[in-house]
Nanobody
Framework: QVQLVESGGGLVQPGGSLSLSCAASGSIIRINTMGWYRQVSGKQRELVAAITSGAGTNYADSVKGRFTISRDKNTVNLQMSSLKPEDTAVYYC?????????????????WGQGTQVTVSS
């Protein structure tokens, strides 16, 4: 069974920095794209940043130049700087993973449990 476990998050003042990390575990054969999404209560979940297995990256316009996504083996990180109150949200890790199941290989889309990021003075 594949799991994504997030760490980081918390409360930070405007202009501050914060890092998020997400580790994938289980019977993993290969991880394709990994990414971070965020959701504010009452709104749709939106893509923040994504990184492919070849290290290609994609960012939401609202975070370009402030956030940096990176990955190392089965971990994806999000370094956030110059944080703004509008960055406040629950942040979710996502990964497309090929894993070994009881009947062969599975391709699944997995989510972390979410971690709260609050930017406030």
């Amino acid at each position: 069974q594949v799991q994504l476990v997030e760490s980081g998050g918390g409360l930070v003042q405007p202009g501050g920095s914060l890092s998020l990390s997400c580790a994938a575990s289980g019977s993993i054969i290969r991880i394709n794209t990994m990414g971070w999404y965020r959701q504010v209560s009452g709104k749709q979940r939106e893509l923040v940043a994504a990184i492919t297995s070849g290290a290609g990256t994609n960012y939401a316009d609202s975070v370009k130049g402030r956030f940096t996504i990176s990955r190392d083996k089965n971990t994806v990180n999000l370094q956030m700087s110059s944080l703004k109150p509008e960055d406040t949200a629950v942040y979710y890790c996502n990964a497309a993973i090929v894993s070994r199941g009881p009947y062969g290989l599975n391709l699944g889309d997995y989510w972390g449990q979410g971690t709260q990021v609050t930017v406030s003075s």
